[in-house]
C-alpha cells in the first residue's frame, strides 16, 4: 500500500533544522542551485582553457565579427553580430517568459503559467535553431584562406583592405574530381576537395596587382599585419601549401584551429543545455497542463526548472561576451 | 490579499524593468563591437584591451542581474546566496588569473622567437 500513496511533494519541504531551517528553502531548489554552481564551474572551465589558448595564440585569434557576419535573406551583406545579437535577445526574452511563468505560478494562475511556458519553450527552439544555423556558416565559411608549412592561416585583402574570396583569386579551377567507392577503388573514399588547388590561387593571385596578403601576427597597435605586393607574393610562393574553405576539427580559414574546436565545443555544449532545458520545459509544461501542480498545491516545480532556464541564460551571457565581443 | 496582489504587480514590474535593462546593455555591447572606437582598442589596462573591459564589466553586470532578479537570488537568505556565489566568484577568479597569466607567458615565449613559427 506504501507505495501506491501519491506524495504532494510539500511534506519535507525545507532542508533540515528542525524548526530553524537555516537556508529557508526547499530540499530541491537547494539541490537545483548547487547542480548549476557544479555546472557554472564547468562552464568556466572551459571558458578559461579558451582564454589560456586565446592568449597563446593572440596573433592569429580570429576577429569575431569578420567570423559571424550572415544574417537570414541577407546575402552577401555584411552583417557583423546582428544574428547572434537576435539569438541573445530571443533568449532573454524567453527567460522573461520563464519567470513570469514563476510569478504566475506563485498566483496560482494555472492558464497564465500554461501560456508562458509554451512561449519559454518556442523561444528556447527559436534559439536551437539559430544555433544551427550559425554552425552551418562557421562550417561553410565565407571567403576561404590559405595555410602555410607551420599551420598558419594567411588571407587575402585588396588594395583598400577588403576581404577578397578565393573564387574572385583563382582565374578557372583546376581541381581534380574526388574519387567515390563507385568510381575509384571500392574501400576507400577521397578527402573533401576544395573548390580550387594552391596552384590555382597562387597563379590567380600573381595575374591580380590589386592583391594583399594578410599574416597572422599583430603590430603593436594589435591588428594584423598587411604584407605589400612584393612580400604577399614572396610568401605565398614559399610558404603556401593548402587551399582552406570553411571550417572543421583540423583547419579553419578564420585563423587558429583551436577557435574552431573551442567554438564546436563550448557552443555545442551550451546548444546542449540548451536542448536538455527545452526537454525540461516541454514535460513541466504538460504537468502544468494536466493540473498536477495545481492538486499539489504549489508551482514549486516550475520554479525550479526556471532556475536551470536562467542559468542556461547566464552561461549564454558569458558565451557571448567571449566568442563574439572580445 | 490585497497586499498579496500588488506585490505580485510589482515583481512583474521588475521584471519587464530588468529585461529593459538587460536589452539596452546588449545593444550597448553589440554597437560597442561593431563600431570599435580605436582609443578602446589601441589602449590596455592589465594586458586587456580597454573595450573588452568594458565587455566583461557589463556582462559581470548582466549577470548579475539575471541572477538577483530572474533567479530570485535577491530573496535567498544570506548563507545560500554566499554559499552558491561565492564558491563560484573567487574559484573561478582565481583559474582565470592563472591560466590567462600563463596563456600570456607561453605566447611571449614563441613571439622571442625561442620556437619559429614558420618553418
Known amino acids: 500500500m506504501e507505495a501506491t500513496v501519491v506524495k504532494t511533494g510539500t511534506e519535507g519541504k525545507t532542508w533540515g533544522g528542525g524548526d530553524h531551517p537555516p537556508l529557508k528553502a526547499s530540499y530541491g531548489k537547494l539541490m537545483m542551485w548547487f547542480f548549476i554552481l557544479s555546472d557554472a564551474l564547468t562552464f568556466s572551465g572551459f ?91 562557421f562550417i561553410q565559411g565565407t571567403y576561404g584562406a590559405v595555410e602555410t608549412k607551420s599551420g598558419r592561416i594567411i588571407q587575402f585583402l585588396d588594395t583598400e583592405g577588403n576581404r577578397v574570396a578565393l573564387s574572385d583569386i583563382a582565374i578557372e579551377s583546376t581541381q581534380r574530381q574526388a574519387h567515390g567507392r563507385s568510381s575509384g577503388i571500392w574501400y576507400s573514399t577521397d578527402e573533401t576537395l576544395t573548390t580550387f588547388t594552391i596552384e590555382d590561387i597562387k ?14 601576427k599583430l603590430d603593436e597597435k594589435g591588428h594584423p599585419i598587411q604584407l605589400n605586393r ?59 497542463i494536466l493540473g498536477t501542480y495545481e492538486r499539489r498545491g504549489s508551482y514549486e516545480m516550475v520554479e525550479k526548472v526556471g532556475l536551470y532556464w536562467h542559468f542556461v541564460d547566464l552561461v549564454w551571457v558569458f558565451v557571448f561576451t567571449f566568442f563574439y565581443l572580445v | 490579499m490585497a497586499h498579496d496582489a500588488t506585490s505580485h504587480e510589482g515583481s512583474e514590474k521588475r521584471i519587464w524593468h530588468v529585461f529593459i535593462l538587460l536589452t539596452i546593455l546588449t545593444t550597448a555591447e553589440v554597437i560597442l563591437g561593431i563600431i570599435k572606437p580605436s582609443f578602446l582598442v589601441e589602449h590596455k589596462f592589465l594586458a586587456l ?17 539575471i541572477t538577483w532578479a530572474f533567479m530570485h537570488m535577491e530573496g535567498e537568505t544570506k548563507g545560500l546566496r554566499r554559499a552558491v556565489v561565492w564558491t563560484a566568484v573567487f574559484l573561478i577568479s582565481y583559474l582565470m588569473f592563472i591560466l590567462l597569466v600563463e596563456g600570456d607567458y607561453i605566447h611571449e615565449v614563441y613571439k622571442a622567437g625561442y620556437i619559429k613559427y614558420n618553418f
Open chain 2, 49 to 65: 584591451k580597454l573595450l573588452n573591459w568594458i565587455f566583461i564589466i557589463l556582462t559581470i553586470v548582466k549577470a548579475y542581474y
Open chain 1, 230 to 288: 612584393q612580400q604577399s607574393l614572396e610568401t605565398l610562393n614559399t610558404d603556401a601549401i593548402r587551399v582552406v574553405e570553411g571550417a572543421n576539427m583540423y583547419r579553419n580559414e578564420y585563423g587558429t584551429p583551436l577557435f574552431a574546436n573551442f567554438f564546436f565545443f563550448i557552443t555545442g555544449f551550451h546548444g546542449f543545455h540548451v536542448f536538455t532545458g527545452v526537454l525540461i520545459n516541454i514535460i513541466i509544461f504538460f504537468n502544468v
Open chain 1, 203 to 216: 597563379k590567380g593571385f600573381a595575374a591580380n596587382e590589386n592583391l594583399l596578403v594578410r599574416i597572422p
Open chain 1, 47 to 137: 571558458l578559461a582553457a579558451y582564454g589560456f589558448s586565446r592568449y597563446k595564440f593572440i596573433d592569429s585569434w580570429p576577429v569575431a565579427d569578420e567570423v559571424f557576419n550572415h544574417f537570414p535573406f541577407l546575402h552577401g551583406v555584411d552583417a557583423p553580430m546582428y544574428y547572434v545579437a537576435l539569438m541573445t535577445f530571443i533568449l532573454i526574452f524567453s527567460s522573461v517568459t520563464m519567470v513570469l511563468a514563476v510569478s504566475a505560478g506563485h498566483q496560482m494562475k494555472k492558464n497564465k503559467v500554461i501560456f508562458y511556458m509554451f512561449l519559454t519553450v518556442i523561444g528556447g527552439l527559436i534559439f536551437l535553431g539559430s544555433q544551427a544555423w550559425e554552425w552551418k556558416n
